[in-house]
T-cell receptor
């Protein structure tokens, strides 16, 4: 079964707008939540990651919000740019197999100029 | 510092043939992970290897699939007697250790098409 559920499947945003992607998990052993960005024909690249001891982490225009009690986390892309057009994957790992990343299904973001 | 290298980038096989996918980790990385990405899906963990050892192959199909990471040379993912359902993108990642904070760096992937 899919351990990390991601939505929406795709979204379109105007340049300068905010993109929001949501993920939910069930496994309470998860304690590491990275987001990966993937461009067509390329491998996923780590964008930003968070641990449950903080509720928010910001790096430039990218912010992760984390809600431990709801077992949800989200990625916000502020001031979206055409170069942000890509597929974004949330992931989670933790417990005895903390090397094993469980990925969401991905969100394709299109930023219109 | 070169990133994770994978070859070939694209591989076409007919049903019943063998597919061999290669992965060279980043310099200084001794931990290798293979993931499979089916169309419209996220990546699924297949196997975790260290030099000469398979640590966790819980995500790998029991039949036809095997992986190795020899003392010298790249890691190899081998698929015997390929079937159409094996068509996917196969990604390799590497990390310097396997700690919970260690980033896994992904290669560009091998896109396997089975005719």
């Amino acid at each position: 079964q899919q351990q990390v559920k991601q939505s929406p499947q795709s979204l379109i945003v105007q340049k300068g707008g905010i993109s929001i992607i949501n993920c939910a998990y069930e496994n309470t052993a998860f304690d590491y939540f990275p987001w990966y960005q993937q461009f067509p024909g390329k491998g996923p690249a780590l964008l930003i990651a968070i641990r449950p001891d903080v509720s928010e982490k910001k790096e430039g225009r990218f912010t992760i919000s984390f809600n431990k009690s709801a077992k949800q986390f989200s990625l916000h892309i502020m001031d979206s740019q055409p170069g942000d057009s890509a597929t974004y994957f949330c992931a989670a790992s933790g417990g005895s197999n903390d090397y094993k990343l469980s990925f969401g299904a991905g969100t394709t973001v299109t930023v219109r100029a | 510092n070169a990133g994770v290298m994978q070859n070939p980038r694209h591989l076409v096989r007919r049903r019943g043939q063998e597919a061999r996918l290669r992965c060279s980790p980043m310099k200084g990385h001794s931990h290798v992970y293979w993931y499979r990405q089916l169309p419209e899906e996220g990546l699924k963990f297949m196997v975790y290897l260290q030099k000469e050892n398979i640590i966790d192959e819980s995500g790998m199909p029991k039949e036809r699939f095997s992986a190795e990471f020899p003392k010298e040379g790249p890691s190899i993912l081998r698929i015997q007697q390929v079937v159409r359902g094996d068509s996917a993108a196969y990604f390799c990642a590497s990390s310097p250790t396997s700690g919970p904070t260690d980033t896994q760096y992904f290669g560009p992937g091998t896109r396997l098409t089975v005719l």
